[in-house]
């Protein structure tokens, strides 16, 4: 059984998901991949305690504080590559960022292979399940590109700028498949 709360966030509401014990989902209302990796029906639960933490961890996050990812139980659905992926983003520090390029090297590092293609860390950090916590919002292309956040760039934007990131040399690029 699956279980879920709202948030009313500075993004619009999010969705929280939980197996009970740990965080298994978090979406921006309308992202891209929504619930992908939920199956099933969600039960709206709001005093489950996971889901309590994790509120209160987001309201220290837009509140402009820096909670740790490891403060809450997380268990995102998704294979080795992908988990792999998932565990370089939690590397990535509040107010920092680094590109889809460096995370493929450093998965192709910790996978044992020769390389990795920056499309798949692409495809991997898109489908992230747990956004915000799992800080996919702080990956850019090796250009400066804002591409690529399931919650849409004016989010990705306005999570960067909340910790205090200058996206002055960031641009938005005009077409792709990835905005």
Not at 82 to 111: D, F, H, Q, S
Not at 115 to 120: I, L, P, T, W
Not at 129 to 156: D, E, Q
Request: with cysteine; charged share 20%.
């Amino acid at each position: 059984m699956l279980y879920s709360t709202q948030y009313a966030s500075p993004l619009g509401s999010l969705t929280l998901a939980s197996d009970g014990k740990s965080l298994v989902g978090l979406w921006v209302e309308g992202q891209k991949y929504f619930g992908g990796t939920v199956t099933g029906d969600l039960s709206e639960k709001n005093d489950l305690p996971v889901l309590t933490e994790a509120r209160q961890w987001l309201d220290a996050y837009f509140a402009g504080k820096k909670p740790a990812i490891s403060e809450l139980p997380l268990a995102p659905t998704g294979g080795e590559f992908r988990r792999r992926v998932w565990e370089i983003l939690c590397e990535i520090p509040y107010g920092g960022y680094t590109t889809y390029g460096a995370i493929a090297k450093e998965t192709a590092a910790r996978m044992n292979k020769k390389s990795m293609s920056g499309q798949a860390v692409g495809g991997a950090v898109g489908h992230n399940p747990i956004s915000i916590i799992i800080p996919c919002h702080r990956v850019v292309g090796a250009n400066g590109s804002l591409t690529g956040y399931a919650g849409g760039i004016s989010k990705k934007i306005q999570l960067l700028e909340l910790e205090g990131i200058d996206t002055s040399n960031f641009f938005v690029p005009g077409k792709g498949t990835a905005l």
